[in-house]
T-cell receptor, first 114, second 110 residues
Framework: SAVISQKPSRDICQRGTSLTIQCQVDSQVTMMFWYRQQPGQSLTLIATANQGSEATYESGFVIDKFPISRPNLTFSTLTVSNMSPEDSSIYLC???????????FGPGTRLTVT | QKEVEQNSGPLSVPEGAIASLNCTYS??????FFWYRQYSGKSPELIMFIYSNGDKEDGRFTAQLNKASQYVSLLIRDSQPSDSATYLCAVSSNTGKLIFGQGTTLQVKP
């Protein structure tokens, strides 16, 4: 199984600012994903982070709001831009060795926007 | 119709009993099926995965898959208070993306 770390673990940010979340995997993986989990809710997929190309976003999520980078097979970042209180949530990255294989999650980043 | 459905619970069982958690999915093209355990304030932890029809056992956990009925379940034998958590069913299609159910909260009472 992959071991995944995220930074920061939590942050409190002001409205209108941006925050970049980092995700590091301890081994090379084919697939990396970003999810959001709002209080009391299940996980919602934001996008698939593609190595060397633009991320693939799910309905309701756009690149201008959630730009994603994936420069190599072990690292990805998610930026939450121009934040509003509605962006307060837990953001999770996950990784999978290959398509359809098990996905493992990082510890999450708890974001509060004031 | 939701893509992956679970009973939100709470499901309450006494310590030592068998807990049975159920999940149905709508996409017949789904190929991989996962159960995650999530403790409050923590991220999801993968506890079982199953790809083929039938049963798969790992310790106290058994995953059961019936593709014809579009049904996947998780049995926890000899339930312990430490098993109290939210259990998330997730289904993956050929894109690799996971679709999660809403989760079932399990309470194991001593």
């Amino acid at each position: 199984s992959a071991v995944i770390s995220q930074k920061p673990s939590r942050d409190i940010c002001q409205r209108g600012t941006s925050l970049t979340i980092q995700c590091q995997v301890d081994s090379q993986v084919t697939m990396m994903f970003w999810y959001r989990q709002q209080p009391g809710q299940s996980l919602t997929l934001i996008a698939t982070a593609n190595q060397g190309s633009e991320a693939t976003y799910e309905s309701g999520f756009v690149i201008d709001k959630f730009p994603i980078s994936r420069p190599n097979l072990t690292f990805s970042t998610l930026t939450v831009s121009n934040m509003s209180p509605e962006d307060s949530s837990i953001y999770l990255c996950s990784a999978s060795a290959s398509l359809g294989y098990e996905q493992y999650f990082g510890p999450g980043t708890r974001l509060t926007v004031t | 119709q939701k893509e992956v459905e679970q009973n939100s619970g709470p499901l309450s069982v006494p310590e030592g009993a068998i807990a049975s958690l159920n999940c149905t999915y709508s996409d017949r093209g789904s190929q991989s099926f996962f159960w995650y355990r999530q403790y409050s304030g923590k991220s999801p932890e993968l506890i079982m995965f199953i790809y083929s029809n039938g049963d798969k056992e790992d310790g106290r956990f058994t995953a059961q898959l019936n593709k014809a009925s579009q049904y996947v379940s998780l049995l926890i034998r000899d339930s312990q208070p430490s098993d109290s958590a939210t259990y998330l069913c997730a289904v993956s299609s050929n894109t690799g993306k996971l679709i999660f159910g809403q989760g079932t909260t399990l309470q194991v009472k001593p």
